[in-house]
Antibody, heavy 120, light 107 residues
Framework: QVQLVQSGAEVRQPGASVRVSCKAS????????MHWVRQAPGQGLEWMGR????????DSAQKFQGRFTLTTDTSINTAYMEMTSLRSDDTAIYYC?????????????WGQGTLVTVSS | DIQMTQSPSSLSASIGDIVTITCRAS??????LHWYQQKPGKAPKLLIY???NLQGGVPSRFRGSGSGTDFTLTISGLQPEDFATYYC?????????FGQGTRLDIK
């Protein structure tokens, strides 16, 4: 069955960088975009961007452009989200998510989430 | 960006009630509208895709309707496990924005 397993919680100081991984299994990794969604404590869901593992093409919300990089390693079926110049308001749970079908936008499969805490 | 506005932001209801949550888009998203349920400490769960299609395994008491800019999620006959936060999301345009959420509590 489809599984998305994310890396563990991270603590960073303001200005630092973080990379979160999402290992996929149970399907053809290159057939589906991988999306990233974050949720600040007590807040709603925020779509950040997506990456096409086959082409490497990315698409992201403007607010994250410049500090945010999405990549994949197709040899190990893993997607990565890297964020630089971290601020306290980047403290959130970061989720990877996959669509229910290649032509669907809805996110059926989700990772368990990775808490990133930015604090001095 | 397309703004998604849910109403109400919170709602109290009793077991067995029928509840309706609405989601309005700032411009047409056609039927590219999906509904999720999230419980504390858990990842969101897809309930309804493409406005009105019930995801497999989701109870039939959940129903989605609408197109264009106005959408509703109706839960008929609330069960204890339905008390959660609900989000709509449009996937017509990037960024694929979510509504702010509707928290459904037990009255």
């Amino acid at each position: 069955q489809v599984q998305l397993v994310q890396s563990g919680a991270e603590v960073r100081q303001p200005g630092a960088s973080v990379r979160v991984s999402c290992k996929a299994s149970g399907y053809t990794f290159t057939a589906y975009d991988m999306h990233w969604v974050r949720q600040a404590p007590g807040q709603g869901l925020e779509w950040m961007g997506r990456v096409n593992p086959s082409s490497g093409a990315t698409d992201s919300a403007q607010k994250f452009q410049g500090r945010f990089t999405l990549t994949t390693d197709t040899s190990i079926n893993t997607a990565y989200m890297e964020m630089t110049s971290l601020r306290s308001d980047d403290t959130a749970i970061y989720y990877c998510a996959r669509a229910r079908s290649p032509d669907s936008g809805s996110h059926l499969y989700w990772g368990q989430g990775t808490l990133v805490t930015v604090s001095s | 960006d397309i703004q998604m506005t849910q109403s109400p932001s919170s709602l109290s209801a009793s077991i067995g009630d029928i509840v309706t949550i609405t989601c309005r888009a700032s411009q047409s998203v056609y039927s590219y509208l999906h509904w999720y349920q999230q419980k504390p400490g858990k990842a969101p769960k897809l309930l309804i895709y493409a406005a009105s299609n019930l995801q497999g395994g989701v109870p039939s008491r959940f129903r989605g309707s609408g197109s264009g800019t106005d959408f509703t999620l109706t839960i008929s006959g609330l069960q204890p496990e339905d008390f959660a936060t609900y989000y709509c999301q449009q996937t017509h345009r990037t960024p694929r924005t979510f509504g702010q959420g509707t928290r459904l509590d037990i009255k």
